[in-house]
């Protein structure tokens, strides 16, 4: 059964350093695009980025390059999004998922990781 | 950015009715166009790929159409488990960017 399981709920202040993860299992890690998706409170779906870990090719929303960083250890089938310093509209629940075989959709998703700064 | 507009923002209906939501692209995306629904408080989960495709275990009463720039998503008897936000997707380009949501709650 193919599972992505993400990281807790984080509670950080303003500037504060941060990095979430997701860990798949159930099928090749190293063959699938990961990516993560912001879901700001009451508003809708934003791909922030996605990478290939097998190769750690990564690409990013433009609007979102330089903000965030994603990463992937293969070894342990485990994808991350970091931030190096935090601000409030960072504020959201975060969600990985795979991009499937079928139209590059997104097939399986996490359970989200909710993060919140404030001072 | 390929943007995605989709029609009505939000909608209420009533068990057992049909219910269609439209998505249009801001170029042409061949069939990349993917629907999910999420209910309150969970991942989205996907229901339609490629247009029209069903994904495996999702109820027949779900149906896409379309190509192009403009898509359908159609529930042709809505049950209480489908009162929830629906999003399109395009995956066409990346960033895979989503429609805006279309929210469907009870009449």
């Known amino acids: 059964e193919v599972q992505l399981v993400q990281s807790g709920a984080e509670v950080k202040k303003p500037g504060e350093s941060l990095k979430i993860s997701c860990k798949g299992s159930?099928?090749?890690?190293?063959?699938?695009?990961i990516g993560w998706v912001r879901q700001m409170p009451g508003k809708g779906l934003e791909w922030m980025g996605i990478?290939?870990?097998?190769?750690?090719?990564?690409r990013y929303s433009p609007s979102l390059q330089g903000q965030v960083t994603i990463s992937a250890d293969k070894s342990i089938s485990t994808a991350y999004l970091q931030w190096r310093s935090l601000t409030a509209s960072d504020t959201a629940m975060y969600y990985c998922?795979?991009?499937?075989?079928?139209?590059?959709?997104?097939?399986?998703w996490g359970q989200g990781t909710l993060v919140t700064v404030s001072s | 950015d390929i943007q995605m507009t989709q029609s009505p923002s939000s909608l209420s209906a009533s068990v057992g009715d049909r219910v269609t939501i439209t998505c249009r692209a801001s170029q042409t995306i061949n069939n990349y166009l993917n629907w999910y629904r999420q209910k309150p408080g969970k991942a989205p989960k996907l229901l339609i790929y490629?247009?029209?495709s069903l994904q495996s275990g999702v109820p027949s009463r779900f149906s896409g159409s379309g190509s192009g720039t403009d898509f359908t998503l159609t529930i042709s008897s809505l049950q209480p488990e489908d009162f929830a936000t629906y999003y399109c997707?395009?995956?066409?380009?990346?960033?895979?960017?989503f429609g805006q949501g279309t929210k469907v709650d009870i009449k």
């Open positions: 997707q395009q995956s066409y380009s990346t960033p895979g960017t």
């Open positions: 490629a247009a029209s």
């Open positions: 998922a795979r991009r499937g075989d079928s139209s590059s959709s997104a097939d399986y």
């Open positions: 159930g099928y090749s890690f190293t063959s699938y695009w």
């Open positions: 990478i290939f870990p097998g190769d750690s090719d990564t």
